[in-house]
């Protein structure tokens, strides 16, 4: 996953609006404030809260 540290600093959940936080491993967004996680698909982050899963 190749995600620019910017762009993470600007991204935010669209659920609750709190920063993301890269989950590499697993290709993810994870928002620190609600807990929902967002796929990344082929370098592109899927933000829509109906994408998201619950942890």
Request: with cysteine; charged share 30%; glycine share 4%.
């Amino acid at each position: 996953m190749k995600i620019d540290n910017w762009l993470l600093e600007i991204l935010a959940c669209p659920a609750c609006k709190s920063p993301l936080r890269a989950e590499v491993d697993a290709e993810e967004l994870a928002c620190t404030g609600c807990g929902l996680v967002y796929p990344v698909r082929d370098d592109i982050p899927v933000l829509l809260v109906d994408e998201a899963r619950k942890p």
